[in-house]
């Protein structure tokens, strides 16, 4: 496959778990506080090289999945994304609640969560099931 070379325009930066857009795009914001959760994507800058074959972390070692199957932040482009609770706007900063991303990661886009994002139904295979009972945080469990 060939390789394209992109550019992204960071927006803004993760400060102290919440968002700070650059004050140039302060206008932009306007009207996303009516929203409860917006969608945020970064880029994942400290990500490291992915191995191809990874274990899900607390899973038994006879679980190996291909790394694109995972929510690991290690990806062929490192580009995140997580929907979060947005707590308050005040001008070009956006209080949020968690946002699955590292102090200083950019900021790529800014989307308000609709219904039309929201999938009712879907399918995990049983390796997350397994996964999920291990799981302590109830906003990252899947049942």
Not at 21 to 39: P, R
Not at 51 to 78: E, Q, S
Request: proline share 6%.
């Amino acid at each position: 496959m060939r390789k394209n070379r992109f550019s992204f325009n960071p927006i803004g930066i993760v400060k102290g778990g919440d968002i700070v857009i650059d004050k140039k795009w302060t206008k932009a914001l306007s009207g996303l506080e009516g929203f409860s959760h917006i969608i945020v994507l970064c880029w994942l800058g400290k990500a490291k090289t992915p191995k191809m074959i990874v274990r899900p972390k607390g899973l038994t070692r006879n679980t190996k999945i291909g790394f694109l199957a995972t929510r690991t932040p290690h990806r062929a482009n490192p580009i995140g994304m997580s929907v979060v609770k947005l707590v308050k706007r005040r001008g070009n900063y956006l209080m949020v609640d968690d946002l699955d991303a590292w102090e200083g990661t950019l900021i790529l886009d800014v989307k308000p969560y609709t219904r039309r994002d929201c999938v009712q139904k879907f399918r995990i295979p049983g390796w997350v099931k397994k996964w999920d009972k291990r799981e302590t945080d109830p906003l990252r469990r899947y049942a």
